[in-house]
């Protein structure tokens, strides 16, 4: 298999990624294993895949967890080394793809009061739930390279 087919398998449409390494084989080492399981065990337990209900939660929060996941995913490729080079062109692609065009957006406006206000905070909770289910697809993915049972949709239904 293919990135860029894994991509599509995945739901993960629309990605930009370098011809040459979308059409690479898909062979994930056991370093990849190791740190595609650790990001997919952050994911599952962030808001980022979880759902936040309107009555519940702090937007600035919420984005700040967003945010966490640059940090998060730089310290997995840093602790697993060059060895883990199929998972980092797949995260790093996923965070400069689909994360920051988020964080980016919701930073600035933050920074300008938008949380403030009530249509500002219902956007940011439309746009995250958007966010969030390319993010379980996500999630989806990683659990195939860590060659784990995916447990994205173990809590509810209707994910």
Known sequence: MKINDLFENWKLTGLKVNA?????????????????????VE????????????EE?????????????????????????????QFARIAIVVLNQIVRPF?????RKS?????????QCRQFRRELQ????????????LAKLADVEDLTGIEAEDL
């Open 20 to 40: 040459l390494i979308g059409e690479m084989e898909w062979k994930p080492s056991d370093p990849d294993k190791a740190a595609a399981w650790d990001l997919y």
């Open 43 to 54: 994911l599952l337990t962030r808001i980022a895949t979880q759902p936040l209900p309107d």
């Open 57 to 85: 939660g702090v937007e600035q929060t919420a984005l700040a967890s967003i945010h966490d996941l640059f940090d998060i995913t730089r310290q997995t490729l840093k602790t697993h080394g060059r060895d883990c080079i």
């Open 103 to 107: 964080t980016a957006k919701w930073h």
């Open 111 to 119: 920074q300008q009061g938008a949380f403030a206000l009530p249509e």
């Open 130 to 141: 958007a966010l969030q289910a390319q993010l379980r697809n996500y999630t989806g993915l």
